[in-house]
């Protein structure tokens, strides 16, 4: 096993337990998630369709500590970013039986997708709802790629990620995670409310997307 696919599975959290951390989904976002971790030194798993090597050039370019691997190898983080399209996360949710005990990070967005379809719902409810027994936090998707891929650290404060969760413990997790990188993480509450805020509707977009904002301490 090369080092670092040993080193992937073996970052304690606060509490001393050990987490590990994966994208599943490295387009545009996917990488723009990847540099982050990059810039903060944790090590991630990156993960699409494709063989590893097929990007393992691109991932070498991010960082050392961005691991390509295969999908069945990435499902076993404990912390999970969902970067693929909206569409296709029924697709990656049938990887698993459950997901109980992992924490899926939506930053899909569900653009052109019809109210009729959504049932009135949060669109990550309806993730939520494919991720059986999983712990799902929106969040890290209300700005472009290009944008979140750059250095959190911005005119002396730090760029805000907004997190919407039913699960408080998920949404706290995600914020101490969100900190690590760099980000200043706000909490918005329940899906159905604060999923509401970062989500497209249909081909508009809720009020907090594209709004880059920066807090300062
Ligand atoms: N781009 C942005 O600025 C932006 C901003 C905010 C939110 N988002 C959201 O982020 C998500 C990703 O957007 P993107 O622009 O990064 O898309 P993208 O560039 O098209 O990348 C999509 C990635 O998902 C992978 N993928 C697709 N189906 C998969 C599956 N079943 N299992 C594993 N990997 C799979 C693809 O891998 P293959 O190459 O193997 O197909 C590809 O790496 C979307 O939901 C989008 O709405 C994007």
Redesign the pocket.
């Known amino acids: 096993m090369p080092h670092w696919a040993a080193a992937a599975w073996l970052r304690p959290n606060k509490q001393g337990i050990l987490m590990t951390y994966a994208i599943?989904?490295?387009?545009?976002?996917?990488q723009a998630l990847a540099k982050a971790f990059a810039r903060s030194g944790i090590d991630v798993s990156v993960?699409?369709?494709?063989d590893p090597e097929s990007f393992a050039a691109d991932a070498a370019a991010i960082g050392p500590t961005v691991i390509p691997t295969t999908?069945a190898q990435a499902i076993k983080a404990d912390i999970i970013f969902l970067?693929?399209?909206?569409e296709?996360h029924p697709?990656?949710a049938k990887a698993l039986p459950t997901w109980q005990g992992k924490t899926i990070v939506d930053?899909?967005?569900a653009?052109g997708v019809l109210a009729e379809e959504l049932k009135g719902r949060a669109s990550a409810a309806v993730v939520a709802r494919a991720f059986t027994g999983g712990k799902v936090v929106k969040g890290f998707?209300?700005?472009?790629?290009?944008v979140?891929g750059q250095d959190p650290a911005v005119h002396g404060g730090k760029r805000v990620v907004f997190l919407a969760s039913d699960d408080d413990g998920a949404a706290a997790e995600i914020a101490a995670l969100a900190e690590k990188l760099g980000f200043a993480p706000i909490s918005l509450g329940a899906l159905a409310k604060g999923g509401l805020l970062v989500q497209a509707r249909e081909k508009g977009w809720g009020q907090l997307i594209l709004k880059d904002l920066v807090k300062f301490d």
């Open positions: 599943i989904g490295f387009g545009k976002l996917g993960a699409t369709t494709r999908l970067a693929v399209r909206y296709s697709e990656v930053v899909t967005n653009y998707n209300h700005l472009g790629a290009p979140l």
